[in-house]
DNA sequence: TCGATTTGTCAACACGCTGTTTATTATCTC
DNA sequence: GAGATAATAAACAGCGTGTTGACAAATCGA
């Protein structure tokens, strides 16, 4: 699990892989091309995926874990976090891994890592759900809308360059759910 | 261009793909089982489109002029249509064409696809920005988000079943819009 | 440090899909 | 009906795929 070589390897299949996902969309890009790239035999590659999509999938996961871990650590440290906080921690998290977001959500986006973020993204809104006088069918539809909205937002954000601030982002993010909820009561 | 073998050989090239996509993702799909399936010769495939990607993309551009085409032909009948109504002419699109939006929106989603829509939507607001005394950057964000959330629950409602009616869906849109918009004034 | 184990390399293989070409037949439009 | 257009069938080289077995190199635990 912790072999020196295996973690080399995947390191350099990653990066070439990565390289090639900025250039051209995941079907254009074939096995052979990334092995050579990154100076790895093709028999070592289908030892550890099973295919450039599968390869993709990993490095997704991967992040999707990251995130998860990075929201709990802070989740434990102060128990009741207002949502803003923690919406500014994702948007705090995107802006340091700027690159890799932009290539999944927007470049070359893949649309079952889009639905993971909104997911994530929407569970911190749970515990307001909790709270309120609405019915449990109408809540999902409005936190959903809330959740994708975000995500959408912090699509923009990434293609416009950054120029706002993660704190910046998490108060429009915030606003638009407040009150866009407010008006179901 | 007109001539009725090339209407009949794009017509079942088209649904054995659909038929397919409904079954994997389509970089699991040839050119080779879309032909067999559709009994049409590859050599005949390749005069109409490049690979399945291409063909892909022939469908989905034709799924958005005919959106776009149905959407101008309300608008001029009304020039001052309110955007509650415009929302709902589109949702009430979408639920007389929920084969093909739940496929290229959920299932086998095509991220393109999705941000084509948002285009659309978020088209339908644009009379309202101009009244408004938001500073454009902002005004783009909030725009942009709310055309994001309005795709996001199109989804979810597809994906339960469309239990609402399309003038219901129409009306969350547009409460979250009115409502989060109000925030910023 | 040694030895067993694991991992990566190399070359080779059959396989299937690709994209294109040719000659031929069928169908359409006017 | 005649000329034009489109679809077919068969064949082709080319390429990436996924797997194999023998070998070399690196790793880890004792």
Redesign the interface.
Known sequence: MSDRRVKYTKMVIKESFIKSLRQK???KITVKEICEDADVNRATFYTHYKDQ?DLLQQIENEIIEDINRYLKDYDIQDAKVVPLDMIEKITEYVSKNADVFDLLLNLN???KF?QEV?KIIGNQFIPIIENEKLNKA?A???Y??????????I???MKDGMKKSAREMAE??F??????R???E
């Not at 959903?144 to 937002?153: D, E, L, M, N, P």
């Not at 606003?175 to 866009?180: L, Q, R, T, V, W």
Request: aromatic content about 14%; some cysteine; proline content about 3%.
């Open positions: 969309p995941i079907s999509y986006g893949d649309i889009q909104i109408d999902e539809y409005i959903h809308f809330i959740a994708c909205g975000a995500v959408g937002i699509q923009k954000w429009i993010i606003k638009m759910s407040n009150n866009g407010a008006s179901f």
